[in-house]
């Protein structure tokens, strides 16, 4: 994750897929569990604060489950945008740390939820990504909202595509492209071979 | 800027990943042959961090508890 942050904030890339041996956003200043151990957003973006000069990173979370570790972590720092959909809403006093309820939304659409999740990632994003003016738009992508996975939304590929085309179209708006996208939740063999792969299409043929 | 896409991989992540769910990267890297082709597509191995930099995020009792956690 820090190797994948540095070559794209040095421009030796424009984008990145960081594949994960375990979780990180569960993981907080002195609490770790939900499969995570060590915050692994967080210690790439104090990497690039400290040696690279970063100033301002925005975080799409996205995984099924709260980002509570990277809340944790970023709660009183208002140069992290963290957006998590999740299970409630809320919005801090300076708008940095937004959680969008999806859950409810996405059971009572049934066979829409692609199109429900994907409307609720717009519509937080629409806006706020372009105002804060991150240098670094970091995708915190976790599988384990799709049908059948732990955390079933009832989300599909559809989903999953269209938030790689809103993500990649963000940064290139705000940060000159430079996109870093986290691989978090989900457990089946069967969907990271069939979901993965075309993610990272996405982001060779922004770069290609 | 070089347009260029990164892709962070470690053989370890495919023999038991993300703790107790198991090898849901087994088919990996195997399942980007086609993405590994293109000249503008790279992998990278990457390396463990100094605990330094972790100090920066967690404190060193969640370094102790990590390491000592039987996973």
Same mark, same amino acid.
């Given at each position: 994750?820090?190797?994948?942050?540095? *070559?794209?904030?040095?421009?030796e890339?424009?984008?990145?897929?960081a594949?994960?041996?375990?979780g990180?956003?569960?993981?907080?200043?002195?609490?770790?569990g939900?499969?995570c151990?060590f915050?692994? @957003?967080?210690?790439?973006?104090?990497r690039?604060r400290?040696v690279?000069? +970063? *100033?301002?990173v925005?975080?799409l979370?996205?995984?099924?489950?709260?980002?509570?570790g990277?809340?944790?972590?970023?709660?009183d720092d208002? $140069?992290?945008?963290?957006?998590?959909?999740?299970?409630?809403?809320? @919005?801090?006093?300076?708008? $940095?740390k937004?959680?969008?309820?999806?859950? *409810?939304?996405?059971?009572?659409?049934?066979?829409?939820?692609?199109? =429900?999740?994907l409307?609720?990632a717009e519509?937080?994003?629409?806006?706020r990504?372009?105002?804060?003016?991150?240098?670094?738009?970091?995708?915190?992508?976790?599988f384990?909202?799709?049908?059948?996975?732990?955390?079933?939304?009832?989300?599909?590929?559809?989903?999953y595509?269209?938030?790689?085309?809103? =993500?990649?179209?963000?940064?290139?708006? @705000?940060?000159?492209g430079? +996109?870093?996208? =986290?691989?978090?939740?989900?457990?089946r063999?069967?969907?990271a071979?069939?979901?993965?792969?075309?993610?990272?299409?996405? +982001?060779?043929?922004?770069?290609? | 800027?070089?347009?260029?896409?990164?892709?962070f &991989?470690?053989?370890? &992540?495919?023999?038991r990943? &993300?703790?107790?769910v198991?090898?849901?990267?087994?088919?990996?890297?195997g399942?980007?042959?086609?993405?590994?082709?293109?000249?503008?597509?790279?992998?990278f191995?990457?390396?463990?961090?100094?605990?330094?930099?972790?100090?920066?995020v967690?404190?060193?009792?969640?370094?102790?508890?990590?390491?000592?956690?039987?996973?």
């Open positions: 994750m820090v190797a994948a942050a540095e *070559r794209i904030w040095l421009g890339l424009l984008n990145a897929f594949f994960i041996g375990a990180g956003h569960h993981a907080g200043r002195d609490f770790f939900g499969y151990c915050n692994d @957003v967080a210690i790439a973006i104090e690039l400290e690279h000069g +970063l *100033r301002r925005a975080i979370d996205t995984d099924a489950h709260h980002g509570d990277t809340r944790d972590i970023y709660r208002p $140069t992290v945008l963290h957006i998590c959909l999740c299970g409630s809403d809320y @919005v801090s006093a300076d708008g $940095t937004v959680d969008v309820a999806v859950y *409810r939304r996405c059971f009572e659409a049934g066979a829409r939820s692609d199109e =429900v999740y409307e609720a519509a937080a994003c629409a806006k990504v372009p105002d804060f003016r991150p240098d670094l738009l970091v995708w915190y992508f976790g384990d909202g799709h049908r059948g996975d732990y955390g079933d939304l009832g989300l599909t590929a559809t989903c595509n269209g938030i790689v085309r809103l =993500v990649l179209d963000l940064a290139g708006q @705000v940060c000159g430079r +996109l870093l996208v =986290v691989l978090g939740g989900g457990s063999a069967d969907l071979s069939s979901l993965i792969p075309p993610i990272i299409a996405c +982001l060779a043929d922004a770069a290609g | 800027m070089t347009r260029r896409t990164g892709i &991989y470690h053989p370890s &992540y495919s023999q990943s &993300y703790l107790t198991g090898r849901r990267l087994a088919a990996f890297p399942a980007l042959k086609e993405l590994l082709a293109l000249p503008h597509v790279l992998v191995e990457p390396e463990p961090v100094l605990d330094e930099l972790i100090l920066k967690h404190t060193p009792d969640l370094i102790r508890a990590v390491a000592q956690d039987p996973l």
